[in-house]
């Protein structure tokens, strides 16, 4: 039971001295030298004639989160919007399937009037209608 109590005042302790740390860390100073090799950076004076680095954050853009309560109480975007774009897409789907068939099914007529007799002009206009059949099924891209 000793040794428990020890770990779990410890813990909290190395916790806290880590956040102490860590906020002195950020708020330490950086420190800026031109040297023969060119201008360094650090966290201590590097040389005599060093001088303290402002940051400029003008240019830079910062997103601060909302708080986890704050978002919370946000309404979610409505599933409606997801569900209406999943059923556009199977009505869409639905709509060019039907196509297809169509154009199937008109195909399979042309070809059985190829199949029996018919004069010369019928035979024309039925295999012109066949390759306009045929091409409006590639270029709608039907199975």
Known sequence: MGQEASVNTAVPMICASALVLLTTVAEAAIYRCDSAGGIVYSDRPCAVDATVHENDNSRVTVYEAPSISTRASEPRPKAKAAEKAALKNAAAYAKHRA??????????EVRSKLR?????????????RQRQLAERRRTQRCG
Do not use: I
Request: glycine fraction near 14%; proline fraction near 0%; charged fraction near 35%.
């Open 99 to 108: 196509s297809c068939a169509k154009l199937e099914q008109s195909l399979r």
């Open 116 to 128: 029996t007799g018919y004069g010369v002009k019928e035979g024309e206009r039925l295999k012109a």
